[in-house]
């Protein structure tokens, strides 16, 4: 079970949360409700393979990133991947279930693992020893780190400094951190399905003197074509990367409603007058305007770079494309309730056929969630009040 509730970087307690929807004498009865865990035909099929002792169906299920401030481990983080397991929806709430059967899901030293991978987090100045371990791995991988002005050997792409690690290896890159801002990590081996099989994450690099806001999150925006989680699982289906068709859409791994459940989702949880930071990343292959309810919000960021403040301007949609990060600041000055944030492309609010689900979340005021309406919605994330 997740340390704290809400979006990663959140610092409310399970027990804070509890007493906000007036269910502090609950504690021992609320939590998820779904299990977690503490190119060429030919091609496919060699990585199409787990432990022979392992069906699909036993694997374990990923759990929701967590932020690794890898400052406090003495700048060293090993990663590695491991199959599992992704329930996107696991209730029969707006479309639910919805679930990959497998992924490939980083994990940070001896953390869960998760889809998305863990958030490195670390400070300008300070170099990065990561580590990819794959001495129990079942196929070659690599890490490549956008945002990072590296050796040429730590680029991460086998085909052009002829480093891959294979199964039973290690490679440890050395990123520094000499790029401010939000960014993205992946496997860079077979990138067409590794990153469509959940090898990725943020990767953030706070500037020296850094101000953090009241409230700041981390969220991974993906659009999944399913076929290929399902045909790893040994399902009889083909998948074409040339021939992709996006049917899943997440926020840090989930649908809706289950982007909402406070310990396994992502609701940005505030308070009326906090000032809040919302770092996204695209990790998938379509470009989501992501728009907020009620609140206009600057762009502070995109890619590293900081846009300066004259060519600030409020906001209340920003168009994120593959491989963007955009760095959004507004203060949470609406009257206190719950507002959507989402992909303004409707069909990726969706589960199948069913709306409203997919690319959703949202704002939720503390001073709302003892309300009728915010316990309904708790019930359609699958989360006990």
């Not at 203060?331 to 069913?354: Q, R, S, W």
């Amino acid at each position: 079970m997740r340390k704290y509730v809400g979006a990663p970087g959140s610092t409310m307690s399970r027990r804070e949360f509890l007493a906000a929807t007036g269910s502090a004498g609950a504690v021992g009865l609320a939590g998820c409700t779904a299990p977690t865990n503490s190119g060429s035909n030919a091609a496919i099929e060699a990585e199409q393979q787990t432990p022979a002792s392992t069906s699909a169906s036993e694997l374990p299920y990923t759990s929701p990133p967590e932020v690794v401030n890898v400052d406090e481990q003495g700048g060293k983080v090993t990663i590695s991947s491991t199959p599992a397991r992704h329930a996107v929806h696991p209730g029969e709430s707006m479309g639910g279930p919805v679930e990959l059967p497998q992924v490939w899901a980083f994990q940070a030293d001896d953390g869960n693992p998760s889809v998305p991978g863990p958030i490195l987090r670390t400070t300008e100045g300070e170099d990065m020893e990561i580590t990819l371990d794959n001495t129990d791995g079942m196929r070659a991988h690599t890490l490549h780190f956008h945002g990072a002005r590296k050796a040429w050997k730590d680029d991460g792409v086998p085909t052009t400094t002829g480093i891959r690690v294979d199964p039973g290896e290690k490679h440890t890159y050395t990123i520094p951190a000499n790029v401010p801002g939000t960014h993205l990590y992946h496997c860079h081996y077979q990138t067409h399905r590794h990153i469509e099989m959940g090898m990725y994450g943020i990767f953030r690099v706070d500037p020296k003197g850094y101000e953090p806001a009241d409230k700041e999150h981390f969220f991974t925006l993906r659009d999944w074509d399913s076929r290929l989680p399902r045909m790893m699982a040994g399902e009889d289906v083909q998948y074409n990367p040339r021939n992709r068709k996006s049917d899943v859409f997440t926020v840090n791994g989930k649908s809706a409603p289950r982007t909402l459940h406070p310990e396994d989702g992502s609701p940005v949880i505030v308070e009326q007058g906090d000032h809040v930071r919302l770092h996204f990343v695209n990790a998938g292959y379509m470009s989501h305007p992501m728009h907020i309810h009620n609140h206009r919000f600057q762009l502070t960021e995109k890619d590293g770079g900081v846009i300066p403040e004259a060519a600030r301007y409020e906001m209340d949609v920003t168009n994120i494309a593959p491989a963007e990060r955009h760095t959004i600041d507004f203060t949470a000055d609406a009257e206190p309730g719950i507002y959507l944030m989402h992909c303004h492309k409707v069909n990726h609010v969706m589960n199948g056929n069913f709306y409203p689900g997919g690319m959703l979340g949202g704002v939720v005021y503390k001073e709302a969630m003892d309300t009728d309406i915010f316990k309904k919605l708790m019930e359609y994330a699958g989360y006990e009040l």
